[in-house]
């Protein structure tokens, strides 16, 4: 089974609707991160969680929130989804022990997101 | 503002050759970077770390840093087709911080 899991896959919604996007992961991690990335833009942090209660905003924030339901799972939301909002979104997950080579992040499998 | 600059291609080169991807950062404090390998519509895969100057290899791959010149590469060798992917760099820079910078990819092309 995928260590970080993302649900839906993929969705096709219209402009004003609100939506919900899932991640869930098994790795036992304490931070977790939600990404969107658009071609030629690369990856662009949304919003980032260190703990339950250890929630913080990203570069791109506007238009976008989240909840930390438990240690595991991290859930963003679109209030009213605009279509400047098509995307890739990726959640992310890392360890809190410190270590120079794997104190890095790593990433579920994606949601393909398109807003009508 | 912490960056981390790549060369988006595409770079092209044929299978069995050496394909050498760069990056540099603006940050000298970073401590460790990161390189993913990311196929098209699918998600950033951990190929290689490194922290320390100097070379580092695994397999086919070996990580060069440089923290005079503020600079990382990831060299290739012997290319396979099934290497073309986007190559992203990430930084993570000095403070504790739990962010990483990423750069915004290489397209490497590996022509049969």
């Known amino acids: 089974d995928a260590d970080v899991t993302q649900t839906p896959r993929n969705r096709i919604t219209k402009t004003g609707k609100r939506i919900m996007l899932e991640c869930s992961q098994t790795k036992g991690h304490d931070r977790m991160y939600w990404y969107r990335q658009d071609p030629g833009l690369g990856l662009r942090l949304i919003y980032y969680s260190f703990d339950v209660k250890d929630i913080n905003k990203g570069e791109i924030s506007d238009g976008y929130s989240v909840s930390r339901q438990a240690q595991a799972k991290f859930s963003l939301s679109l209030e009213s989804a605009i279509p400047n909002q098509t995307a890739l979104y990726f959640c992310a997950t890392s360890p809190r022990k410190f270590s120079l080579s794997t104190d890095t992040q790593y990433f579920g499998p994606g949601t393909r997101l398109t807003v009508l | 503002q912490k960056e981390v600059e790549q060369n988006s291609g595409p770079l092209s080169v044929p299978e069995g050759a050496i394909a050498s991807l760069n990056c540099t950062y603006s940050?000298?404090?970073?401590?460790?970077f990161f390189w993913y390998r990311q196929y098209s519509g699918k998600s950033p895969e951990l190929i290689m770390s490194?922290?320390?100057?100097g070379d580092k290899e695994d397999g086919r791959f070996t990580a060069q840093l440089n923290k005079a010149s503020q600079y990382v590469s990831l060299l290739i060798r012997d290319s396979q087709p099934s290497d073309s992917a986007t190559y992203l760099c990430?930084?993570?820079?000095?403070?504790?911080?739990?962010?990483?910078?990423f750069g915004k990819g290489t397209k490497l092309t590996v022509n049969p």
């Open positions: 940050d000298r404090g970073s401590q460790s």
């Open positions: 490194i922290y320390s100057n």
């Open positions: 990430a930084g993570k820079p000095q403070g504790g911080s739990e962010k990483l910078v």
